[in-house]
Nanobody, 128 residues
């Protein structure tokens, strides 16, 4: 059983930046495809970004390409999401997720049901 703990959320003005972190407890971090999702009330949880085991392959939802960067540090079992040029529509609860596979295929990672473990979420609020 894994435990995922997010941090780094907050309130910023449009155009600002935040970096989210997710520490994974369970000694399997380096073997898993990892991802970030976000959700606003009344809407489905949306895949934002994913990174394969080893970090060689990354994926982003179109709306964040060029602004967000997903990264991982296997030495300290931590996943990151650097968010630059934030927009009001980026507002939401951000969740860290772990799969039970190494690769993040394009037809796999955006699907909520593909992910096995979830953190408790960290709120990001962007004011326009």
């Amino acid at each position: 059983q894994l435990q995922l703990v997010e941090s780094g959320g907050g309130s910023v003005q449009a155009g600002g930046s935040l970096r989210l972190s997710c520490v994974v407890f369970g000694n399997v971090f380096s073997r898993n495809c990892m991802g970030w999702f976000r959700q606003v009330p009344g809407r489905a949880r949306e895949g934002v970004a994913a990174i394969s085991a080893g970090g060689s392959d990354t994926h982003y939802v179109q709306s964040v390409k060029g602004r967000f960067t997903i990264a991982r540090d296997d030495a300290i079992d931590t996943l990151y999401l650097q968010m630059n040029n934030l927009k009001h529509e980026d507002t939401g609860m951000y969740y860290c997720a772990s799969s039970d596979r190494r690769d993040c295929d394009s037809d796999y990672w955006p699907i909520f049901a593909s992910w096995r473990y979830w953190g408790q979420g960290t709120q990001v609020t962007v004011s326009s």
